[in-house]
Each structure stands twice: as C-alpha cells, then as structure tokens.
C-alpha cells in the first residue's frame, strides 16, 4: 500500500457541478499539502495543513476549498471551476512543515478535466 | 518569476554511461534541496536531497553536488540504467514570504531517456 492515496485518479467534470479530491497518508506524518501541476509549469503549491490546521493558502481562488477533518485526510472540494483548472492536483505529505528539512511524500495525483 | 529552474526539458544518455541533470536557483537564502523522480501516471518520489552545509551527497548510483556560490545543483546517475528514465524534478525548499512558511519551490523537469 502505497504511503499517500489520492482518489479518484482522472475526474472529468462540468464547469457547475460540485467534486471532491481525496487524500489518505498512512504514514503519521503531520503536515499535508495540495499542489497543482498544470502542463508545462512547475508544481504550484494550493495549501499547507499542519496538525489539522490550515497554515498557508497560496491566493487559491474560492472555488478551491480545503478540508483536513484530521491528520490523516485531506479533501479539495471543487465547485464552479473553469477549464484553465484542469491539470494534476497531488497531495503530497510530510512528517512536520517543510522548515525542517525533510521530503515530502506525493501522491499519484488526480488528473482533473474540466468541460 | 521562477526561482528554480531547470534549462533542459530533456536529456537522452546511453545505458551504462553517466546522467547529468543540472538546476539553477535564484535564492540564495534557499538551504535544502531535493530531486524527485516522477514516471507517467504516478507521483513524485523522493530520490536524494542535500543540505546547504553540504556539497556533496551521495547514495547508491545517486549523487548530488551543490555550489552555493553559483546557485546551482546537479544530480549525477551513475551508471544510468533504463529503469532511470523518468522526469526528474529539482525543488529548493526557503521561505515564501515574511508572512509566509516554508515551501518547496519546484523547477519544470527534466525528461531523462536511458537508451539501452
């Protein structure tokens, strides 16, 4: 089993339906993140939680919203999005924040389609 | 603006021979580095990083050399190995901002084909 699980792995969506991203990490890390790769741009961080809380939110518009219920889970729910929103979205995981030097662990990404 | 970049999409090395995937930052007050390996369809994978205290770091057929002074980083594999062909992304971890964390900031990839 893998340490990070993302579902689903291709969502493909209307721009007024309502979608949730799921992440798990089985590897009691404490920090988790979202990260958006669009084609041919470098990984952009969305948002930061540690220890359930939200600590960075990188001017990710509103149609974004994150949810973390514990350390464990994280979700992206996703609501009006318009077709430059389509890209791979990646959760990835760490044992604490990025200050402390240690890697973090992605997911397989989902890959999002918006019609 | 970019702060990590790296130059070359792509890089074809012969089996056998060395790999050589470079990455410029332009942040100096960056102090941890790290190269992730990605295939199709999956994540990114962690593969070796290195501390801005450090200029070298190895591990197994993977070795990383940092020169603080030129901002640069390079990830050697020797010897390559098709199995290595994947996307190679660098990533410096610094602050975001004076009211902000750390994050890691991502360079595009590098597409590494190992021919056999």
């Known amino acids: 089993e893998t340490g990070v699980t993302q579902t689903p792995r291709h969502l493909v969506m209307g721009m007024t339906n309502k979608k949730s991203l799921k992440c798990e990490q089985h590897?009691?890390?404490?920090?988790m993140y979202w990260y958006k790769q669009s084609a041919k741009k470098p990984l952009e961080l969305m948002f930061v939680y540690n220890f359930k809380e939200q600590t960075e939110n990188n001017s990710v518009p509103s149609r974004f919203s994150p949810e973390c219920p514990n350390s464990s889970h994280l979700f992206l729910h996703l609501h009006t999005l318009q077709p430059e929103d389509s890209a791979l979205y990646l959760c990835?995981?760490?044992?604490?924040?990025?200050?402390?030097?240690?890697?973090?662990?992605f997911g397989d990404g989902t890959r999002l389609s918006i019609l | 603006d970019q702060q990590v970049k790296q130059n070359s999409p792509s890089l074809s090395v012969q089996e056998g021979r060395i790999s050589i995937l470079n990455c410029d930052y332009t942040n100096s007050m960056f102090d941890y580095f790290l190269w992730y390996k990605k295939y199709p369809a999956e994540g990114p994978t962690f593969l070796i990083s290195?501390?801005?205290?450090?200029d070298k770091n190895e591990d197994g057929r993977f070795t990383v050399f940092l020169n603080k002074s030129a901002k640069h980083l390079s990830l050697h594999i020797v010897p390559s190995q098709p199995g290595d062909s994947a996307v190679y992304f660098c990533a410096a971890l610094g602050l975001r901002g004076s009211n902000s964390g750390y994050a890691l900031n991502f360079g595009k990839g590098t597409s590494l084909l190992v021919t056999p």
């Open positions: 290195i501390s801005s205290i450090k």
């Open positions: 990835a995981s760490s044992q604490d924040l990025p200050g402390n030097n240690q890697p973090q662990h």
């Open positions: 590897l009691g890390h404490n920090a």
